[in-house]
Nanobody, 115 residues
Framework: QAQFVESGGALVQPGGSLRLSCEGP????????LGWYRQAPGKQRESVAQ???????HYTDSVKGRFTISRDNAKNTVSLQMNSLKYEDTAVYYC?????????WGQGTQVTVSS
């Protein structure tokens, strides 16, 4: 059973912005490092960003300076602000615990960057 519900994906032009949100079970939000992952067509799922329980964030090199991860433990949500989007950011985006996505995966949310 999926434990996360992602939302906010859309079709956006290159250079545009999106904000993704993920809601999860309250039992995990104060205990785990959380992360955003993505899977592009024909590729393996990859980690995009992680945030510790204390709010320290880490990013894969390709999104540094463009994406910002945040979490609200009181609301059981983790968000991903994506700016300066590029064609290669097109993927289905998922949230899960980090660093390996140890809980059941949700449906994800589709982000398509296209002109």
């Amino acid at each position: 059973q999926a434990q996360f519900v992602e939302s906010g994906g859309a079709l956006v032009q290159p250079g545009g912005s999106l904000r993704l949100s993920c809601e999860g079970p309250g039992s995990i939000f104060t205990l785990y490092i959380l992360g955003w992952y993505r899977q592009a067509p024909g590729k393996q799922r990859e980690s995009v960003a992680q945030i510790t329980t204390g709010g320290a964030a880490h990013y894969t090199d390709s999104v540094k300076g463009r994406f910002t991860i945040s979490r609200d433990n009181a609301k059981n949500t983790v968000s991903l602000q994506m700016n300066s989007l590029k064609y290669e950011d097109t993927a289905v985006y998922y949230c899960n615990t980090a660093p390996h996505g140890g809980l059941a995966w949700g449906q994800g949310t589709q982000v398509t960057v296209s002109s």
